[in-house]
């Protein structure tokens, strides 16, 4: 599918991508979340749900074609200045930063959302990821946000430990983010205390966005910076290895 995208887009429809895929695999897991509490209760089951856990009722490869598709559509219907948006395209057009990169407003998401084809939100209410067409501004907010920050942002500087592969899952196709092993906004209360050093601070993990957003749903920034600081807890823990195991299953088709 990304043959349909023009070669200068193509790192850029790649972030989109995984932006589109987290929200709606949030989505697809409340969506399951919310039939799982149905059905035990209807059971009078005392067991909990845990919202880390992701039914194998999701077929990876189905998920994955319908992400592509969702993503390819919305992506194409951006203007080029979007689908080519980065650190130095705003760094030389402040007209570009205003729009699209500096506290985006509520009529620039609109004006993105009409530029998407009506099969689009048809089809994300049809898989029941929305409950009317008018939800995909919504939707289309937080996931055109979190693309422009990405693309958009400065290096970092610790650019130079990222890895060829996520390390949660260990997909090496897909873009990677950096994960704060001790979360920012605990860092203060995390020296105070003496839970770190603070050279330990800044010492981070390079995951997809699905296994980044994993983790903080896996568990509070505070028990991130106290039990769950290295890669190596997060993978001993059982839920995370069965996250990783369909995670790794997720992939996109080369059309």
Same mark, same amino acid.
């Given at each position: %599918?990304?043959?349909?995208?023009?070669?200068?887009? /193509?790192?850029?429809?790649?972030?989109?991508?995984? =932006?589109?895929?987290k929200?709606i695999?949030?989505? @697809? %897991?409340?969506?399951?979340? %919310?039939?799982?509490?149905k059905?035990?209760? /209807?059971?009078?089951?005392?067991?909990?749900?845990s919202n880390?856990?992701? #039914?194998?009722?999701?077929?990876?490869?189905?998920?994955a074609?319908? $992400?592509?598709?969702?993503?390819?559509? $919305?992506f194409?219907?951006?203007?080029?200045e979007? !689908?080519?948006?980065?650190?130095?395209?705003?760094?030389?057009?402040?007209i570009l930063?205003?729009?699209?990169?500096?506290?985006?407003s509520g009529n620039? *998401?609109?004006?993105?959302?009409s530029?998407?084809? !009506?099969?689009?939100?048809?089809?994300?209410?049809?898989?029941?990821?929305?409950?009317?067409? @008018?939800d995909?501004?919504?939707?289309l907010?937080?996931?055109f946000m979190?693309? @422009?920050?990405?693309?958009t942002?400065k290096?970092?500087?610790?650019?130079?430990?990222?890895?060829?592969? =996520?390390? $949660? =899952? +260990?997909?090496?196709? *897909?873009?990677?983010t950096?994960?704060?092993? $001790?979360?920012k906004?605990?860092?203060?209360?995390?020296? /105070?205390?003496?839970?770190?050093? +603070?050279?330990?601070?800044?010492?981070?993990?390079?995951?997809c966005r699905a =296994?980044? #957003?994993?983790?903080?749903r896996?568990a #509070?920034?505070?028990?991130?910076?106290?039990?769950w600081?290295?890669? +190596?807890? *997060?993978?001993?823990?059982?839920?995370? !290895? +069965?996250?990783? /195991?369909?995670?790794?299953r997720l992939?996109?088709?080369?059309?």
């Open positions: %599918m990304t043959s349909l995208i023009r070669d200068e887009a /193509k790192e850029n429809y790649g972030i989109f991508r995984e =932006c589109v895929s929200s695999l949030s989505r @697809s %897991m409340e969506k399951s979340g %919310m039939a799982r509490r059905r035990n209760r /209807k059971r009078n089951a005392r067991t909990s749900f880390t856990s992701f #039914s194998d009722d999701n077929d990876p490869a189905e998920l074609e319908f $992400i592509d598709f969702i993503a390819q559509e $919305i194409r219907s951006f203007p080029e979007v !689908q080519t948006l980065s650190y130095n395209a705003i760094q030389s057009s402040p930063a205003d729009t699209y990169a500096e506290g985006i620039t *998401i609109d004006f993105l959302a530029l998407v084809d !009506q099969s689009v939100s048809e089809s994300l209410v049809t898989y029941g990821l929305m409950s009317e067409a @008018s995909l501004t919504a939707m907010s937080s996931v979190e693309y @422009s920050s990405t693309v942002a290096p970092p500087p610790f650019s130079a430990t990222r890895t060829s592969a =996520c390390e $949660i =899952c +260990e997909r090496d196709w *897909i873009p990677l950096y994960h704060h092993l $001790i979360p906004a605990v860092h203060s209360k995390a020296l /105070k205390r003496g839970w770190h050093e +603070e050279r330990d601070l800044n010492q981070v993990a390079w995951l =296994c980044h #957003s994993y983790v903080h896996m #509070s920034n505070e028990e991130l910076a106290r039990e600081y290295t890669v +190596e807890a *997060i993978l001993e823990r059982e839920d995370t !290895q +069965e996250w990783a /195991k369909w995670a790794g992939r996109w088709k080369s059309r």
